[in-house]
Structures are given as structure tokens and as C-alpha cells.
């Protein structure tokens, strides 16, 4: 203890103020200075020496904690199976709880890598669910020109386009950025300028383009030759002006977008001018003295303002849904991030599991360490009556809960990094992102903490047991006082368990009736191409390439049906529109929409719905022939009840269709969505409203996998148009299983977690009647040799099995009941108190805690009376 034998100038200090009060004592009580100190030195003794005594103590302290730690590893090694055993399970919990705070510090704490983002503030509407959303680019114009409580405002929108560069098209992501970006956020350029409020004007000549750090290096190589070189989007040439720094991306975090564009430049008119047209990302600095509250007080007022606007250029109708809306603004450090507000509550959710699992690896190891003290007893008891310290026993004790820890703690770091990267591509399932999830200072400040509590929280209570008394160790009692504590850990374990069986069956349980639900369409076996091509089709040859791309695809060889829809069913997407149905007379308080799609001939054949009465869309519906329509049996059967459909009239913006088919329900939104009355139009009589890359085309495979398609797709649509290219290729499939990822993510860590907590209770239940077997040997010859027969015996340890078990599920169930409803938006026509999932739950457990205690039981009553008797 060398480090600590320094100067201390604390001590020295402290000790000599009470050195002076005491002269200052004497001095009050009437003796002069020189009698005071003196009288003051005698009594209170030399400052210098107690020093040293001080000294002496604090490292006589750390000196005997190190020799626990020496003597705690010592004895673990001695007892390898038990180490090994301890650590694995506090490294099991330790690592699931830093791996799923990697996710969380990823996704939920890191701040944007710009100037000051402790100070950014995120303005935008307030969904029902209290998320951030989208705003109107007018609603921008007006906090620009009128929000006085900011100093700096800017707005973000994002684009994905083929853009043309040195004569060839790529797909390109964007960001759409208004002049004051950079600006704003104080991001500084790697190469040439960054944009500027000059460069956001519709004039602006010519128009600028910066470009990221990683399509710099992908299409430059890094090269000084980017700058000037000019990128064709929707047939405007921009010129790249500037390089962004590598460490900044984008104000949404999960985005990396090749492009920053100039907004006014890059949105549509429509987007420009609309007010119910939500588009933007609105974000804001305060001026010296402004708080978010105040900012967001001006932003409701101003926000009420604009939707009083909107509303009075709206039916009336329409007004009181536009009025509902709410704006507000708040602190975003971390920017405008969709993917934590996807997956917050399923973070924290799973946060609070993974609690639970380490709680339960807690108790697991107090109930070994309680075992190994049982053992220990007489050793303990005798170190007792020799003089030995109840807190120095203490603190040996908590010293090897400090090196499992210390080991667990070390080896769960090791696993988090790779287990958090597991997660994390489970939550992206599929989907691309750039956010890194490699552990960092705060993982590690986590996962130290965490250690730090697994120690107290399985080494305190067998400790404290351990040093209870001396008397009955040296006597032999039996130690009814440890199995009481042991039994307390397994309903503990039990209980725990039980909290998260309940939630692995409601999430596994929610995944399956989701694959349970009736879509109205069969997925399997189909193909969903997007197309893309590097200039838009002028309106009089759009719908001729439509039909050249749908015939070259049904030519293909193994196709059995080939179409396009601009809505693809459960992808998160729908339109809805105003209809006027012939015969029907809306109510004033009931909604006038309707789901709308435009689809190509086909569509019900490609996508394996039935067409329950009529015809299908074909050659005969053109531009020039009379609007057909077709419905779905909701739309049919809500405006018509009993009547027939065929031959009715539908009006949507001016345009009136014939019903000429009824089709069957499907699925749009999502699976949980219930059917909406949906109006599908033919794409034929909408000529030049959309280009062919504004469609999904499904193609069916006649046979086997689809995948086997793949290779002839690029062919079939170059023969389309040698300008059309595929943009992309998946399996409906594959996207039905992308739409209830976070489901499937939520029932597959729920399950492994009540996986794990069943095996952990198994091995405290098997651990704890082992050690009471064992205790109870002499007691059991005695039964056996008084005649007691096998069952009584089996009987007797099952007994106290069926207790244990009955009071753990007990516990277990309130603990389920009261925490359950936190799942309740996760979760599909399941309530978080479910009779069923319980029953479940706790059969699953009583089956597990039987199974455990059977070799127990069995030994206890094959017991030998005469080996019983001689035991002890």
C-alpha cells in the first residue's frame, strides 16, 4: 500500500482543526496560549503520529481485502465445477443486460456527432401514440418567419432517385435539406462547401449538391475530381459543391444518404404548396434564454393557427379530423430517430427481461453460495469461537462473490459486443441500417455496475447466513434454518420465472395468431419487382411501356401470372379516398373514404385472391371505355348489404366507375389492421398519372421456388425498355415476415428468456433437493427402517416440491398480472392477463420444477436404512 502511505493533506488538516478547537477550549475556559497547547498536546496527543495511526488503518484495510481476494481465489480454485458453474451464470445475465443496453445506448443515448446537441429541438405533429411525425412544408415557411423564441431553424426531407452521373444512372438515397442545414448544426465540409441559404431558391443557378463521405469514396475514390462534376435528378442538373465530413451522416441517424440537395430544388410542387401534404423534418436551436417549454408553447399556438388555415379550405366534414392534429417541440439530442420510436417500448421491455434473468442468475448463485456455506459450517463455527470477526467472516465471503463477479462481469462484456450485433440485425430483420452497436464507455460503466450488484445481491444473504451463530454448527443441529432460506431462493427463482414465462407466451403467442390471421392472399410463391429508369416517360408513353414490362415478365418462362398494384397489401402502406356510392347517404358524422388501389389485369390472379362475383380488369378497359371498378366484399357489403354490387356506381374526385367484380377482403396496412372497404380501379384507365416505376409488379411462379426466377428478370424488363432497370427483387413472403419483425423478435428473446429462466429454476430446484437429500440422510434409514415404504418417502420430497412450486407460481402470477399490461401495444388479440397463458405458464413450470425434483425424490427413496444410519 505504498500509493496510499503519501501525504494525505486531508487528514493532516482534519486533525488539526480539532487539534485548534481544543487550544481554543482552554483558551475560553481562562489559560493563556502557551498552557492551552500544551495542555492540548497531552491530551490530544501528536498530530503527526495519529496520522500514521490513520494511515495505518485504511491500509491495513485494503491490505487484509486483498488477501480476501488472494484466499477467495484460492478456495474457487480448489471447487473448479462450482466456479465455472457461478460465473457462466452471472455472465449469461451480465452479458444479456450490457448486450441489450448496447442496443439502447445505440439507438436511445448517443447524441448526433454535431455542435451542441444538447441544445437541438425537434418540432413536429404529435401522433395518438405521442411519436414525432412529418409536417407540411408551409407549416416550415410559417415557424421560419414567425417563431420568435428560436435562433436558427432548418428542415430536412428525404428522396430516393436515379440520378445520372457521367452518363450512368444509379439509385441514389437524398437528403432534401433547406438552406440554414449545416448551418444549424454546425457540421463543417470535408472537401469544397457545403450548401448555403443562397443555394436554397428556386433560381438558384447552378444548382449545388454536396455529397457523403462514404459515395465519395464508393464513386470518387476520394478523388478531388467529385467537386463540379454535374448529377441529373428528374432532369435538373445539380453540381457537386462539397464533400460532408465522414462522422456526420444525416439528422436522422439510421439514414446514410448519398445526396444533400437543396430542398426548394428537390420537393415537388405538390410538396411545396400543400398543407396537409407531410413531408419535412422541422428541427431548431433556441435563443440564449428559451426553453423547449417556451418553444413548444409558440409552436401549439402557431400550429393551431395553421390547422384552423387548412381546415377552412377543407370540407366540412373534414374539418374536425384536421383540427385533432397537435404540433409540439422537444429536446433531440439524438435528432429525428423512426427507428427508436419503433422500438423503444420493445427495448425497455426487453430491458426489464433481461432484469429479470440476471435477478434469477442472482439468486441461482446465492443458492450455491448458500450451499457451499452449509458445507462450510463447522469450519465457520470453530473460526468463530477462536476470536475470528462476524465481519471479517463477512467480507471473505462477499470477497469471492466480488471475484465471480468481477469474472462474470469480464467474460458478459466479451459477450455483449457479439450478442448485441445478434439483436440488433434481429430488430433490423433484413433491413439495412449503419447505427453501430459496438459497446462503448457507457456499455462498459453499465456492465460494471451491473457486476458490482450481482455481488451484493447473491453474496450478502448467505454471508450474513453463514456467521448467524456458532451453536448449532458445533452441535450438529440440522440446519433448518438454510433450507428455509434455500426454499425462499427457489419460490424467488420460481416466481421470477413465472413473470417471464407469462411474457414469452403473450409475445410467442401474439406471433402466432398473426400467422393466423386470414390476409385474403396467398404470398407464397410470388415475386415483387420494382423497376426504376434513369429519366421519367413523357405521360404518352407511360402506359405503353406499362404493358410491354407486363407482357415480357407473363412470357417468362415458369410464370403463371403476371400484374402491378401501386398499393402492395400489408407493407404499412394505403390510400384512401373519398368515394359517393350510388344509393347510399353518408351520415354526417361517418366516414366518407375508402381504401383505393390501382392495379393491372391479373392482380387477383397474381396475388391469390378469389374473385367472388363479376369479372376481372382486361383488355376491353381502356382510356377511351367506361370506368370499371371492382370491390372488395367489405366495401360490397357495408353500402349494398344483401343487394348485388355488379352494376352500381362509385364516384371517387369526379370520376364515376361501374362495379364490375367483387373481390375478396385482404389485408392492407398491416396483419393487425382489421379489412377496410377497399375500390380498386384498373391502372389502363389512369393513363400518364404514374410512371411504371411507381408500380410493385408480382409475378407468380407456376411452380417451385420463385427464387429461380431471379436470373431472367433483368432480361424480360430490358426487353420492356432497354432504359428500364430492376431496382429490386424480393419474396412477398419475406416482406410479410419483414411487417411483424418486431413480433417475431419480441416472441424469439421472450422465449429464449423463458427458456433460460426454466432452466435456471430447474437447477435450483435440483440443487436445493439435492443438498436436502443429502442433509436429511440419517433422518430418511430412520423412516425407511420404522417402516416407512418408498412412496411415503417420494411422497415427502414432492410434497415440499408441489409447495415451493404452488407459492412461486402464486407469486409469480401477481408479479405477471401487474407488470403484463406494460406489453399490452405489443401484443395481438391477447390480453396481458390471459387465463390461458397463465394456466400455461404455470403447467410449464410445474412440469419443469417435477422433472428437476425427480432424481432427488428417487433417491431419497431407494435410501439405504443401514448406509443411512451409519451416515454422520
Given at each position: 500500500m505504498t500509493w496510499f502511505r503519501r501525504e494525505n493533506p486531508r487528514v493532516e488538516d482534519e486533525l488539526r482543526y480539532h487539534r485548534d478547537r481544543l487550544v481554543e477550549d482552554f483558551i475560553a475556559a481562562g489559560m493563556d496560549r502557551e498552557a492551552a497547547e500544551r495542555r492540548a498536546f497531552r491530551e490530544f496527543g501528536n498530530v503527526a503520529h495519529l496520522e500514521e495511526q490513520v494511515r495505518d488503518v485504511r491500509g491495513r484495510w485494503i491490505a487484509d481485502?486483498?488477501?480476501?481476494?488472494?484466499?477467495?481465489?484460492?478456495?474457487?480454485?480448489?471447487?473448479?465445477?462450482?466456479?465455472?458453474v457461478a460465473v457462466l451464470s452471472l455472465a449469461l445475465g451480465i452479458g444479456?443486460?450490457?448486450?441489450?443496453?448496447?442496443?439502447?445506448?445505440?439507438?436511445?443515448?448517443?447524441?448526433?456527432?454535431?455542435?451542441?446537441?444538447?441544445?437541438?429541438?425537434?418540432?413536429?405533429?404529435i401522433g395518438d401514440d405521442g411519436r414525432p411525425l412529418l409536417v407540411p412544408y408551409p407549416f416550415f415557411e410559417m415557424l421560419r418567419d414567425r417563431l420568435e423564441s428560436v435562433s436558427a431553424i432548418t428542415a430536412l426531407g428525404t428522396l430516393s432517385a436515379t440520378a445520372i452521373i457521367d452518363g450512368q444512372d444509379d439509385l441514389l438515397d437524398a437528403d432534401m435539406v433547406s438552406g440554414t442545414y449545416f448551418d444549424v448544426l454546425g457540421v463543417q465540409p470535408a472537401a469544397g462547401r457545403l450548401l448555403s441559404p443562397a443555394d436554397d431558391v428556386i433560381a438558384a443557378e447552378p444548382a449545388a449538391a454536396v455529397i457523403s463521405d462514404r459515395f465519395w469514396r464508393r464513386r470518387f475514390g476520394r478523388g478531388p475530381?467529385?467537386?463540379?462534376?454535374?448529377?441529373?435528378?428528374?432532369?435538373?442538373?445539380?453540381?457537386?459543391v462539397g464533400v460532408m465530413p465522414p462522422s456526420f451522416r444525416s439528422l436522422q441517424p439510421d439514414r446514410t444518404p448519398d445526396l444533400v440537395l437543396p430542398l426548394q430544388l428537390a420537393l415537388a410542387d405538390d410538396q411545396r404548396r400543400l398543407m396537409g401534404y407531410n413531408t419535412v423534418t422541422v428541427m431548431a436551436r433556441p435563443r440564449p434564454g428559451a426553453t423547449v417549454a417556451r418553444i413548444d408553447a409558440e409552436v401549439q399556438a402557431l400550429f393551431g393557427a395553421f390547422v384552423q388555415l387548412s381546415a377552412s379550405q377543407q370540407r366540412e366534414r373534414d374539418r374536425p379530423s384536421i383540427l385533432r392534429q397537435r404540433a409540439?417541440?422537444?429536446?433531440?439530442?439524438?435528432?429525428?430517430?423512426?427507428?427508436r420510436y419503433d422500438h423503444e417500448r420493445s427495448l425497455l421491455i426487453l430491458m426489464g427481461s433481461v432484469g429479470l434473468v440476471l435477478l434469477l442468475a442472482c439468486v441461482n448463485l446465492s443458492g450455491l453460495l448458500l450451499a457451499r456455506a452449509a458445507a462450510r459450517q463447522r469450519e465457520i463455527a470453530i473460526r468463530l469461537a477462536i476470536g475470528a470477526g462476524r465481519g471479517r467472516l463477512v467480507r471473505q465471503f462477499l470477497a469471492e462473490s466480488v471475484v465471480l463477479a468481477a469474472l462474470g462481469g469480464s467474460v458478459g462484456l466479451l459477450m455483449a459486443g457479439w450478442l448485441a450485433a445478434q439483436l440488433f440485425a434481429l430488430f433490423l430483420n433484413g433491413r439495412d441500417a449503419v447505427t453501430s452497436v459496438a459497446p462503448d464507455w457507457r456499455v462498459v460503466a453499465f456492465t460494471g455496475a451491473v457486476a458490482a450488484v450481482s455481488c451484493v445481491l447473491a453474496g450478502l444473504a448467505p454471508a450474513l447466513h453463514a456467521v448467524r451463530g456458532l451453536t448449532p454448527a458445533l452441535k450438529q443441529v440440522r440446519a433448518g434454518g438454510t433450507a428455509r432460506l434455500g426454499?425462499?431462493?427457489?419460490?424467488?427463482?420460481?416466481?421470477?420465472?413465472?413473470?417471464?414465462?407469462?411474457g414469452a407466451a403473450l409475445f410467442i403467442g401474439t406471433l402466432v395468431k398473426l400467422h393466423a390471421v386470414d390476409?385474403?392472399?396467398?404470398?407464397?410463391?410470388?415475386?415483387?419487382?420494382?423497376?426504376?429508369?434513369?429519366?421519367?416517360?413523357?405521360?404518352?408513353?407511360?402506359q405503353a411501356v406499362a404493358n410491354a414490362l407486363i407482357e415480357r415478365l407473363a412470357a417468362m418462362p415458369g410464370v403463371s401470372a403476371v400484374s402491378a398494384t401501386a398499393v402492395l397489401p400489408v407493407t404499412g402502406s394505403l390510400w384512401e379516398r373519398t368515394v359517393q356510392v350510388e344509393g347510399y347517404r353518408f351520415r354526417d358524422d361517418e366516414p366518407d373514404a375508402a381504401s383505393f388501389n390501382v392495379i393491372a389485369p391479373n392482380y387477383f390472379k397474381a396475388i391469390g385472391t378469389p374473385l367472388l362475383a363479376g369479372r376481372d380488369f382486361d383488355t376491353r378497359d381502356t382510356a377511351a371505355s367506361p370506368r370499371v371498378a371492382i370491390v372488395n366484399e367489405s366495401f360490397a357489403r357495408y353500402f349494398f348489404g344483401s343487394r348485388e354490387a355488379l352494376g352500381r356506381h362509385v364516384t371517387n374526385a369526379g370520376v364515376t366507375y361501374e362495379i364490375v367484380g367483387v373481390a375478396g377482403n385482404t389485408k392492407y396496412r398491416s396483419l393487425r389492421d382489421r379489412t377496410i372497404k377497399t375500390l380498386y380501379v384498373p391502372q389502363t384507365q389512369r393513363p400518364g398519372t404514374a410512371q411504371p416505376s411507381g408500380y410493385h409488379y408480382l409475378v407468380r411462379a407456376a411452380s417451385g421456388d420463385p427464387q429461380a426466377l431471379v436470373a431472367g428478370l433483368a432480361r424480360a424488363v430490358r426487353e420492356a425498355d432497354p432504359a428500364l432497370r430492376v431496382q429490386r427483387v424480393r419474396p412477398y413472403a419475406v416482406l410479410i415476415e419483414q411487417s411483424i419483425g418486431a413480433e417475431r423478435t419480441m416472441a424469439t428473446l421472450g422465449g429464449a428468456f423463458g427458456a433460460l429462466a426454466m432452466l435456471v429454476a430447474a437447477?435450483?430446484?435440483?440443487?436445493?433437493?439435492?443438498?436436502?437429500?443429502?442433509?436429511?440422510?440419517n433422518e430418511l434409514g430412520i423412516r425407511v427402517a420404522l417402516g416407512a415404504g418408498r412412496g411415503s418417502l417420494l411422497a415427502l420430497v414432492l410434497r415440499d416440491v408441489a409447495m415451493m412450486v404452488a407459492a412461486g407460481v402464486a407469486l409469480g402470477s401477481v408479479a405477471a398480472a401487474m407488470t403484463a399490461g406494460v406489453a399490452r401495444s405489443l401484443l395481438y388479440d391477447l390480453t396481458p392477463t390471459q387465463p390461458e397463458v397463465f394456466a400455461a405458464a404455470a403447467a410449464a413450470l410445474a412440469l419443469t420444477a417435477m422433472a428437476a425434483a425427480w432424481l432427488p425424490a428417487r433417491r431419497a427413496a431407494t435410501i439405504d436404512p443401514l448406509a443411512a444410519l451409519r451416515h454422520e
Open positions: 481485502f486483498a488477501q480476501d481476494i488472494r484466499y477467495a481465489v484460492r478456495t474457487l480454485r480448489r471447487s473448479p465445477m462450482f466456479a465455472a444479456a443486460n450490457a448486450a441489450i443496453f448496447s442496443l439502447i445506448n445505440a439507438v436511445m443515448l448517443r447524441a448526433l456527432p454535431v455542435a451542441d446537441p444538447d441544445r437541438l429541438v425537434l418540432i413536429s405533429r475530381d467529385a467537386i463540379g462534376t454535374a448529377v441529373t435528378i428528374r432532369d435538373r442538373v445539380f453540381t457537386i409540439g417541440a422537444r429536446a433531440a439530442p439524438d435528432g429525428f430517430n423512426p427507428f426454499q425462499a431462493l427457489v419460490v424467488a427463482q420460481l416466481a421470477i420465472s413465472m413473470v417471464l414465462l407469462v390476409r385474403g392472399f396467398d404470398a407464397g410463391g410470388v415475386l415483387v419487382v420494382g423497376v426504376r429508369s434513369p429519366q421519367p416517360y413523357p405521360p404518352d408513353r407511360i437447477l435450483g430446484m435440483f440443487g436445493l433437493l439435492a443438498f436436502q437429500v443429502a442433509r436429511r440422510t
